[in-house]
Structure formats: C-alpha cells, structure tokens
C-alpha cells in the first residue's frame, strides 16, 4: 500500500511558505513509506497454488479480522471485564478463561462467515464442528485451532496466542465434512501459522512456501509484512522446558539438560533456559534467536500435554519450513496420523541441530 496526499490540495496552495514546505516534506517522506498489507501479499502469493480460485486467500482474510477483534479484547484486559474462569471446563478438563470462549466464538464466526470453510476443530469444543449451511457446506477447506494458547497467563500480562492449521478437505464439497476431514497428518496441511498477542501483534504463517511475519499496525488496523522468509538459526543456544518437572522426565531428557548446562566454549554452553509457558511465545523467540523448545512425555503424561491437531502441527510445520525439526521424539511430528482431535504428542521442536542433539540423547536414530 502506498501511502498518498493530494499535494494539489487548494489548502497547501494557501499556506505560508514555511508551513507549504513541512507539509511537501511531510509528502516526500510519505511518498516512501510503502509497506505490504496481508492481503495484497496472499493475492500476490495465489500464484503458487495452481488451482486456487481465491478460496484460500479469502480464508485467510476471515482469520485476520478474527485476530484483530480478539487483540481488541486482549489489549482491553483489566479495563473490560475479561479476565477470569467462564465457569466452564473444556474437553481436556481445563478451567476455560473468558477470553478463551470469546477467542472462539470469534473464530468460528468469521471462519463459518468466509464460506470457504466446511467445519473445523478447537480446543475448546469436544467435538468438531460442522457447518452445513448452503455457503458453507461448498468450502473448500477445514480448519483447526487454538483459539487461545496459553491461557494461564492471560490474567497476568504474559504474551498469549492463536495457532492454527488449514487442510483442503478430503469429502465431496456441498456434502457434510466427516471425520476423516478432520484426522489429516500435518504434511497434508495447505496452510499454518499462528498470531502472537505480545509487545506487538504478530502474525506468523505459511503455505509451504517459506515463511513470514505480519505485525499488526493498530493505527490502520492492518497486519503488514514485517519479517519476510524467516529463517531460524540452525543451531541456539537457549532451551525451553518446564524444568518443574525434571524428575518426572525420561532419562534421555534429564541427560540433554545436563548437557545444555554443561561449560564448554566451543558451543557456547550454557545454554540459557527461557520458559514462559505460552507455547506460541516460546517457539516464537526461539524461531528467531535459535532455540529448542521441549514439551517431553512425563511419567504424570505419559503422552505428553500439547495437542498434535492443532497445536503442534502447525508449529511443526512453522518450523520446518523455516529450517528447523519437530518431532515427537520417535516420528517426525508432521507424519502422526492423528486418531482423535485432541489427541496429545511429546514435542521436540526448533534450531535443526538442536533438535538432532535431543535426539541422539534420546537415543535415537531418525
Ligand atoms: P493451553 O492450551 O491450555 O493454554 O495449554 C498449552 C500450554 C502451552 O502454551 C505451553 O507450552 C504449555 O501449556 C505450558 O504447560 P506447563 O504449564 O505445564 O509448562
Ligand atoms: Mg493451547
């Protein structure tokens, strides 16, 4: 978008000299502030699908304006009444939040609004959802979220987010989406990312083709490109895990931390440890400084706590298509065939050899 001003303006002919010449100054700084808004780059970007009609692109533009109406209310908590339990406990037997049920309400909206998506999965709903409708029941794509991830930080300021994931369904299109839909592993994902309410708000996604970071301008309310093609280091020197519950974990973890902990200055060790419990915030810091994040099976979560749907699937597939590895320690996380919407995984995710590193401690040979 380039940013205009009618220098022809009658007014500006008006003015003093001194004020005529700030306000041609003013323009001819103007004149160079272009920037890229989402939508032009997804429009740009429809060229790399050979069959799409625009349905994706459309999708993606419902999902932004759910974004910015949910940043509305996160930037309001404490002022608005927001914060707090809703009363309800979601499928995982979790406290939903009120900005938790607001975060979805909104997506499901937009998302059903689009017409371009036949059902979708959340978090916080037990089963999917379908939407039948006349418009909807012809879309294209289903789609599945985390509405709001990392929810026990949102009564205290700490950086929350949305992740999703987007599948071209496997059903006939002006049918009911079936289950099968909706259990698609993540290397069938046509798009993924997630937004991260943070110091500002960003959204971070791809579609296979690289990746890249839109930050949410608020005095035009557009999310405009700001990191283009991210690459994350291949190698980092922070560590992620909820070290809280170090005893509970499998040999080959505790001895990875210990090496992380390790003096050695040929790798820069110690690593630092940086843990903020909002999965979004921590992939998102270590995407860019070089990093691994750690969600390991316990011996209290045999499976792990994050959700391959719709949690660790899109992250993975972030991270790959920036240069990184997921895996659950066993499999490449993208390759699980899921068995159930909130089906949970082990996560290993981020800098390639970091990730490789984990593995070997894992005793592993992938
Ligand atoms: P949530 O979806 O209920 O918010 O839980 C997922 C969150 C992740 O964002 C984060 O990585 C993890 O749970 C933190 O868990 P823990 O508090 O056990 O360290
Ligand atoms: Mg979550």
Do not use: W
Request: proline share 4%; aromatic share 10%.
């Amino acid at each position: 978008m380039l940013v205009s001003y009618n220098i022809r303006n009658p007014y500006i002919y008006s003015c003093k000299a001194r004020t005529k010449k700030r306000i041609i100054n003013n323009y001819n700084r103007m004149k160079s502030y272009s920037f890229t808004t989402l939508n032009e780059f997804i429009v740009a970007r429809q060229k790399e699908f050979p069959y799409a009609k625009g349905e994706l692109s459309s999708l993606l533009h419902h999902m932004s304006i759910a974004a910015k109406m949910v940043n509305k209310k996160v930037n309001k908590a404490g002022l608005v009444d927001v914060l707090g339990e809703s009363g309800d406990v979601n499928v995982q037997g979790e406290d939903q939040k009120i900005l938790d049920v607001f975060a979805d309400e909104q997506f499901i909206a937009a998302l059903k609004a689009s017409g371009e998506c036949c059902g979708l999965v959340t978090e916080e709903n037990k089963e999917q959802v379908v939407f039948y409708d006349e418009m909807a029941r012809d879309g294209k794509y289903i789609f599945c979220m985390d509405p709001l991830d990392g929810s026990s930080n949102i009564d205290v300021n700490v950086s929350i987010g949305t992740i999703f994931s987007i599948y071209r369904r496997l059903s006939d299109r002006g049918s009911k989406a079936v289950m099968d839909d909706f259990l698609q592993p993540g290397t069938e994902q046509v798009a993924a990312g997630y937004i991260i309410y943070g110091s500002s708000t960003v959204l971070v996604f791809t579609t296979g083709h690289g990746v890249n970071g839109f930050t949410l301008d608020p005095s035009i309310g557009e999310f405009c490109l700001s990191h283009s093609n991210i690459k994350t280091p291949e190698n980092g020197t922070l560590y992620s895990i909820n070290e809280g519950n170090y005893l509970r974990f499998p040999d080959g973890v505790k001895q990875y931390i210990k090496y992380c902990q390790v003096m050695d200055e040929k790798s820069n060790r110690p690593y630092s440890s940086r843990y903020i419990g909002s999965l979004v915030a921590d992939f998102h810091r270590n995407l860019f400084k070089g990093g691994i994040f750690i969600y390991p099976e316990t011996e209290k979560d045999p499976h792990g706590k994050l959700r391959l749907v719709y949690e660790c699937n899109p992250i993975a597939y972030i991270a790959e298509q920036a240069g990184g590895k997921a895996t659950n320690g066993k499999q490449r996380i993208l390759e699980i065939k899921p068995d159930s919407f909130h089906q949970r995984t082990p996560f290993y995710t981020g800098s390639r050899m970091m990730v490789k590193k984990v593995e070997e401690f894992l005793d592993l040979k992938l």
